[in-house]
């Protein structure tokens, strides 16, 4: 299982940008794919996730990001518009192999994780 992360880079803010995660090894459209994000001394954050039936996105990026996948192509996709300086970060897209209706917010519960992409928005 493989999962890669692309799509980072530098942004004003007020600005946008799109993250992909292509996944491979299984077929993904099964499970729960997910976005994290982890800034410098910080822990690691929820931002959103998507399970075969529903979707899940933190309060903090509620109204400026958005998620969705292509089962097609075992793609997940954020796109994150509005962005502020506090959204820097390095993100990370991860997989839940259980079948959960609700998506997971724990990073506990993913199993599979992508190398990680860095998002900074200057101010």
């Known amino acids: 299982v493989q999962l890669q992360a692309s799509g980072g880079g530098l942004v004003q803010t007020g600005g946008s940008l799109s993250l992909s995660c292509t996944a491979s090894?299984?077929?993904?459209?099964?499970?729960?794919m997910g976005w994290f994000r982890q800034a410098p001394g910080k822990e690691r954050e929820f931002v959103a996730a998507?399970?075969?039936?529903?979707?899940r996105i933190s309060d903090s990026v509620k109204g400026r990001f958005t998620i969705s996948r292509d089962n097609a192509k075992n793609t997940v996709y954020l796109r994150m518009n509005s962005l502020k300086p506090e959204d820097t970060a390095v993100y990370y897209c991860?997989?839940?192999?259980?079948?959960?209706?609700?998506?997971?917010?724990?990073?506990?519960?993913?199993?599979?994780w992508g190398q990680g992409t860095q998002v900074t928005v200057s101010s």
């Open positions: 991860a997989v839940d192999f259980n079948a959960v209706t609700v998506p997971s917010r724990s990073y506990g519960d993913y199993d599979f």
């Open positions: 090894g299984r077929t993904f459209s099964y499970y729960t």
């Open positions: 998507m399970s075969p039936s529903g979707s």
